[in-house]
Structure formats: C-alpha cells, structure tokens
C-alpha cells in the first residue's frame, strides 16, 4: 500500500483539553471548525465531550450540523460567522447558537427564528468579525433585550504576550461589556495564556487540543508515516526531481517517499523539511512533487520501508516552520488520501 498514514491521538487530544481546562478557573469550551482543525470533527468532538467540554464552537453552519450530528441534543454549537441569509433552516433543524455580528444579522435572526438562542461577537479591534463600539452603542439595548446567552470577542495577537494590542483588546472589551449580565468571553489557547484577567467566563481553544502552539506544553496529536515506494544510488552530478533543481555532491542514496503537496506537504517546505526513521533526521531533496518526495537516505544503516515526517522528532510547528507558515495551516492542509487511524 502507497498510502500515508495520519495517526491521531484521541487520549492526547482529550489531554490537552483538561490540562488546558486546568489552566482556569473559568469553564473551557472546544473550537472543531474546519473540521476539527482537519482531525474529523465528528470523533474529536466526541472525544471532547467525553472529556468534559460542554460548549463548542463552529465557523461556518453546515460544520455546526456535523458536529450536532455527532453530538446529539443538549450542548450548545456556536457558529461564528452568524447567522447568514439561507443559514435558517440549518440553524434551526440543528438547534445552532449563530454569533450575531452586525445589525443586519441581529435583524435577520430575530424576524426569521423569534425566541432561537444567539450571542454576540464584538469587536474590540481585530477588524475581522463583530460589531464595533460604535455599532453596538445602537444596538446595545435592543440586542440585550433580546437575551443573548453569550458575548465574546477575539484577540489578534495573543500568540505574542508582549503585544500591547492585547492589553488594549481587553480594555476595550471590558468597555463594551461593561455592567451586562450575559456570559463572556475572549480568550483562544493564546489568551489562555495571558492570564487570568482574559479569561472571563468561557474560554475557546482550538490548536492547543490539536498540539500547536502558543500552547508550549501540548501533547503531540498527530503522526505521520509515509511508505518508500524505490530507493535507487545517485552518482555526483546526478540530479533528482523536477527541474532537477538538487544535484548529487556525493553518491547517495534516494528514497521516493508517497505523499506530496496534495496531500498538504506544501511545497514551500522543499530542502529545510526532515523526514525521521527511528530518529535519525534526514533531508529532502528537489522538489516535493504532487504525490512523491525524494529524501536522501545515504547516511541511514539501512534503507527504510517508511520515513515519518510528524511525530515525536518533529511536530507541526517544526515542519511549519520549514515551509514558513504556521502549525495551523499545516494541520489544516492535510489531505484526504492518508489512511487515518484514530488510536487512544
Ligand atoms: C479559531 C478561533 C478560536 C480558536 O483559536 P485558537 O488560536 O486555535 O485557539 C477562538 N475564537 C475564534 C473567534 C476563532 O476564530
């Protein structure tokens, strides 16, 4: 079998949620949008449930079903793009928590589905989502009015502890919400971190249960093993993949690796990427190709019959920083044609 294998820890998953839970004082929600972060959001959800997380968040509605339909009735699904012209039918059949954003959405949800849970989303300086402070001054009392059952904003450089962006944020979001008994929340694995004035009454991770960073201390999530489809010897001056951009110094050994840019391993990694067999590091040569790498094994005692490319040597923000992005993207990236194992 040519396929890859992406190895996902559920009981690490589950881990990261109570160490980070642990954290606060304050109850811990999961964020599984884009598809827990590429994990499958049905299983991580439901892994996270078992865990303990009681409220979970979406980006989009169509995701909120998924995970309702995973979880059954009872726990609230917030979806954070809100409630958008032609999201009704879902909102309701799913019983979906939409994050108003605007007046034009707080309009839209109350004519369409009178008395249907909602919160709200401001923004305390992001420019992404939410209603600013001069929007929510208008809409303040009416909105309030109308019962949300939770108010959080978004922070836009908690990865960085020392942004004075946070401490502004959060100024201004203790502004907004000033005097409003309504739940409230701020704070993704970032802001968790910050400290304990940023946590109000939920707090909303997502990469930290995934392994990313800023949380330091997660636990590794994902494993990823890819099988050597040929080795062949190389002699110097010999080149090896597209463009035939790397050429042989010294004779090697090549291993062709199945996996490629389709399958999330970007191209822009090239040459700084590792693979890993049993520890030992060894470097990719040429260009990663849509389905095949080239990894010079010359220096391994003996040629592979797999090489890892995440794992304990190497984790998501480690391979990320290879391709100048972050462990986001790289977890998000990967593909649909690795056979995924869930262990734990
Ligand atoms: C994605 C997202 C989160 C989770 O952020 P992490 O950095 O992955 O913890 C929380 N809140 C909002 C509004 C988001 O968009």
Known sequence: ????????????????????????????????????????AARVAQTLADAGARQFFVAIAEEGAAVRAALGPGVPIYVFSGHMAGDTALIRQADLTPLINSVDQMLRHVEALPGHPFGLQLDSGMNRLGMEPAEWSALRDIALAQRPVLILSHLACSD??????????LATFAEMTQGI?????????GGMLLGPEYHFDLTRPGIGLYGGLPF???TPVVTLDAPVVQVRDVAVGESVGYAASWVASRPSRIATISAGYADGLIRAMGAAARFYDHGQAVPVVGRVSMDLIGVDITDLPAAPKSLQILGRDQ?????????????????????HRYHRVYTG
């Open 1 to 40: 079998m040519a396929t890859a294998t992406l190895t996902i820890d559920l009981s690490a998953i589950a881990a990261n949620w109570r160490a980070l839970d642990a954290m606060t004082e304050v109850e811990t929600a999961a964020v599984v949008k884009a598809d827990a972060y590429g994990l499958g």
């Open 160 to 169: 960085e502890p020392g942004d004075p962006m946070n401490a502004l944020q």
């Open 181 to 189: 008994d309504v739940p409230l929340s701020l704070a993704a694995t």
């Open 216 to 218: 330091a201390d997660a």
């Open 315 to 335: 984790g998501i923000d480690n391979l990320a920083q290879a391709a100048g992005t972050i462990g986001y993207e790289i977890l998000t990236s990967m593909g």
